[in-house]
C-alpha cells in the first residue's frame, strides 16, 4: 500500500518556516510520493528536496496581466504540478469551468500534470447530489478538452464541506464517490487507471483509518501539510 501524498500550504507559511520545513523534510529518505504545493514565492525552495507544484495558476499564457502567474512560468522553477480549481478559488475568486479549461489546457502545454480539484458543498451532500455535482464539474469541463489530454490529470475529490473543518466523510463514502469518479472518467473519456486522491481534513489522526481504502490513490492535505511534524507522520505511513 503506498499513497500520493501532495501538500496544499495554501497562505500559511513565511520564508523562515518553510527553510524550517524544509529541512526537516530532507531528514526523511523517501519523498517519492510526495508533492508539496507552497506558495509560488517558494516553489524554487524545495527544487532538489522534493517534487512541487503551484496552487494556481493564470489562464493567459503571457502578456500583460499584473499578479498573475503563467503556466511557463511555473515550468522553469521545476514544478511538475498545479492545482486547479480549489474550492478556495472557485468560491473567493468566482473562478469557474470556463477557466478550469484555461488553465487545465495552459498547464498540459507545459508538461506540467494539473491536479484537479472537485467537491459537493454541504447542502448538496445533505441533499445526496454529491454525484450529480461531480458529474456536472468534470463533464462541463472534461468535454471541452482533448481527449488524449483527460489520463494526464489527476483529480482531487475534496468536499468543500471537509475542508478545514475537522469532518470527513466515512469511508464507505469516501470509496463510493471516488469508484463513481473512476468509472465515469473511466467509460466517458476512454481512460482506465486514473488517479484520484481525496482530500479534506486528513491529518495525522485519521490516516490509519483512510488507508484502509484501496481505492484512494493519496490525499491533498492543507492544515497537516504545513505543520512538519504531522506531515511527516503521514508521509510514513503513506510508504
Ligand atoms: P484541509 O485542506 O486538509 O486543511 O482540510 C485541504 C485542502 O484544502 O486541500
Known sequence: MSKLVFGN??????????????????????????????????????????????????????????????ASQIKSTGAKYSLVGHSERRSYHKEDNNDFLLKINNLIKEDLIPVFCIGENETEYDNKETKKVLFDQITSVYNNLSINDIPKIIIAYEPVWA???????????????????????????????????????????????????????????GGSSSKIDEFKYIIERCL
Not at 25 to 44: D, I, Q, R, W
Open 9 to 70: 500550504q495554501k497562505m500559511y507559511m513565511n520564508r523562515e518556516s518553510v527553510i524550517d520545513f524544509i529541512n526537516n523534510l530532507k531528514t526523511l529518505n523517501n519523498l517519492e510520493n510526495v508533492v508539496v504545493f507552497p506558495s509560488y514565492l517558494y516553489l524554487t525552495d524545495y527544487s532538489g528536496v522534493v517534487n512541487f507544484g503551484s496552487q494556481d495558476v493564470s489562464n493567459n499564457e503571457n502578456g500583460a496581466y499584473t499578479g498573475e502567474v503563467s
Open 163 to 221: 475542508i478545514g473543518t475537522g469532518k470527513t466523510p466515512n469511508n464507505e463514502e469516501i470509496s463510493e464517490v471516488v469508484s463513481y469518479i473512476k468509472e465515469l472518467v473511466n467509460d466517458r473519456y476512454n481512460t482506465s487507471n486514473i488517479k484520484v486522491l481525496y482530500g479534506g481534513s486528513v491529518n495525522n489522526k485519521n490516516v490509519d483509518s483512510l488507508n484502509e481504502m484501496d481505492i484512494v490513490d493519496g490525499y491533498l492535505i
